[in-house]
T-cell receptor
Framework: DQQVKQNSPSLSVQEGRISILNCDYTNSMFDYFLWYKKYPAEGPTFLISISSIKDKNEDGRFTVFLNKSAKHLSLHIVPSQPGDSAVYFCAARPTNFGNEKLTFGTGTRLTIIP | SQTIHQWPATLVQPVGSPLSLECTVE??????LYWYRQAAGRGLQLLFYSVGIGQISSEVPQNLSASRPQDRQFILSSKKLLLSDSGFYLCAWRDSGGVYNEQFFGPGTRLTVL
């Protein structure tokens, strides 16, 4: 049962335009969400997170939006740069004490076209 | 600052051979530690996590095991490798002192079982 879904395995975006990566979840206990970026043969690096008390969090070129009623979040990258080409993973977990499980989606490969 | 190390970086092992992957974290105390596997074309699957020395939680039944002999050391082992154990193994840590904090990943180990 895939509780965190990234339905687009790949996405190509022109340099300078907006990249929008989507993520859906099914577990209503999830209330903390994270985005990670991964280059080949490297560990994922943390990008940005959002808790369920917010609907938007912004950090430089990266903005994450959360729609709790739709169980949907998205990552916006503006403007897109060639160095943004990577696989992006959405992750989620409950925040009750002692619950350590971070559930990842299957990833979206973003390619920025120069 | 905190750093996380994994070794070896790559490993080629025959079916039926034993396995030992090591992960160490520097610059923090009492971290939560995690082992993940990324199989080809798949997301990140949580294998084990640990909230303290000698405390291991297993997420997926398999022929792998984990141990935490020291506060900042996490070991992934197998007595007999299977072909299906091939993948990219990632160790991660998280500050145990908070709820809204991210996991940080190591560089990973590429395991190929022949």
């Amino acid at each position: 049962d895939q509780q965190v879904k990234q339905n687009s395995p790949s996405l190509s975006v022109q340099e300078g335009r907006i990249s929008i990566l989507n993520c859906d979840y099914t577990n209503s206990m999830f209330d903390y969400f994270l985005w990670y970026k991964k280059y080949p043969a490297e560990g994922p690096t943390f990008l940005i997170s959002i808790s369920s008390i917010k609907d938007k969090n912004e950090d430089g070129r990266f903005t994450v939006f959360l729609n709790k009623s739709a169980k949907h979040l998205s990552l916006h990258i503006v403007p897109s740069q060639p160095g943004d080409s990577a696989v992006y993973f959405c992750a989620a977990r409950p925040t009750n004490f002692g619950n350590e499980k971070l559930t990842f989606g299957t990833g979206t490969r973003l390619t920025i076209i120069p | 600052s905190q750093t996380i190390h994994q070794w070896p970086a790559t490993l080629v092992q025959p079916v039926g051979s034993p396995l030992s992957l090591e992960c160490t974290v520097e610059g923090t105390s009492n971290p939560n530690l995690y082992w993940y596997r990324q199989a080809a074309g798949r997301g990140l699957q949580l294998l084990f996590y640990s909230v303290g020395i000698g405390q291991i939680s297993s997420e997926v039944p398999q022929n792998l095991s984990a141990s935490r002999p020291q506060d900042r050391q996490f070991i992934l082992s197998s007595k007999k490798l299977l072909l299906s154990d091939s993948g990219f193994y990632l160790c991660a840590w998280r500050d145990s002192g908070g709820v809204y904090n991210e996991q940080f990943f190591g560089p990973g180990t590429r395991l190929t079982v022949l």
